[in-house]
């Protein structure tokens, strides 16, 4: 059991580029773009966000906070840590 937060798992938000998720999102015509995530996740989401704000494109990026780290905050703990 690991009671003192921190991650032994390897985490990884994936291979494409955020240019090319968003680019993905756009051509699909979403308008909604839900992200769970930590620091990093947030971090590409904000990132996606202001490529297709550039390209004029209206999505709503909404980020909700998890992490397997448990490095959020003022909160007790998240799901993803227990």
Request: glycine share 12%; charged share 25%; proline share 4%.
């Amino acid at each position: 059991s690991n009671s003192m937060g921190g991650t032994i798992l390897v985490s990884d938000r994936g291979n494409p580029t955020e240019e090319e998720q968003s680019q993905v999102l756009m051509d699909m015509g979403v308008r909604a773009h839900f992200i769970i995530g930590g620091d990093g996740t947030h971090r590409g989401a904000y990132e996606m966000a202001e490529l297709m704000k550039e390209k004029n494109w209206n999505c709503s990026v909404v980020g909700i906070p998890k992490t397997i780290d448990n490095d959020i905050p003022m909160l007790d703990c998240t799901f993803g840590f227990d």
